[in-house]
């Protein structure tokens, strides 16, 4: 199956890949280049959220119940 990038859902050819999560070098490009304060930086940060950060904080969540 191919990647899809997690912020604009194209197919990935290049790029980084964050926790078997993909975006794409055109993604990456735009948000090391994105100044803070704007809402274009605060959607993929959210994009990123979502996709990595979230799913891992689960991950954390049940691992611990499991050796309680």
């Known amino acids: 199956m191919k990647r899809r990038c997690i912020v ?3 197919p990935i050819n290049d790029g980084i890949i964050i926790n078997s999560k993909a975006i794409c070098k055109c993604c990456e490009e735009k948000l090391i280049n994105s100044y803070v304060q704007t809402d274009f ?5 959210e994009c990123i959220k979502k996709s990595v950060i979230e799913p891992l904080l689960k991950e954390s969540v049940l691992d611990l119940q499991e050796n309680s």
């Open 41 to 45: 930086y605060e959607y993929y940060k």
């Open 8 to 10: 604009c859902k194209k």
